[in-house]
């Protein structure tokens, strides 16, 4: 038997980004209640409550960045017991950035997909909209 140390070396493991696989073709979603691209803030706030507690996650379907931020900063708002209507209409992009590893599975738990005709485009400009904001 040897008494020479082992060395192991660890690594942190990356962060998940909020938008990392979130965006994808219509139809490739796993199932999940609907948010249509239309329904108005009341109703999508009321569909993000009740998802927060419940077993099944929400889709949601739209083309449109700004509307993609606002559900996502609705999503967390749910979970965090904020004023979701708020959020939708002004969403907190620092306070998205700034949310932990854990408090990011919340959301994608909740928001399990953004379902769009453009996956690749709306994808780069949710992770555009979603960068950490400068002091």
Do not use: N, W, Y
Not at 1 to 16: D, H, W, Y
Not at 47 to 62: K, P, W
Not at 97 to 122: D, F, M, W
Request: glycine share 8%.
């Amino acid at each position: 038997m040897s008494s020479e140390p082992v060395l192991v070396a660890l690594t942190v493991p990356a962060r998940r980004h909020l938008a990392d696989g979130l965006v994808v073709p219509l139809g490739s979603a796993p199932a999940g209640r609907g948010i249509a691209a239309e329904l108005e803030v009341a109703e999508i706030a009321d569909i993000l409550a009740e998802a927060a507690h419940s077993d099944t996650g929400v889709i949601a379907r739209t083309d449109d960045p700004q509307r993609a931020l606002a559900i996502v900063a609705g999503t967390a708002a749910a979970l965090c017991g904020e004023d979701i209507r708020t959020a939708l209409t002004t969403p907190d992009v620092g306070f998205l950035t700034g949310l932990k590893p854990q408090a990011i599975e919340a959301v994608r738990g909740v928001l399990l997909a953004i379902e769009t005709s453009h996956p690749q485009e709306l994808a780069q400009e949710l992770t555009e909209l979603l960068a950490p904001v400068a002091d």
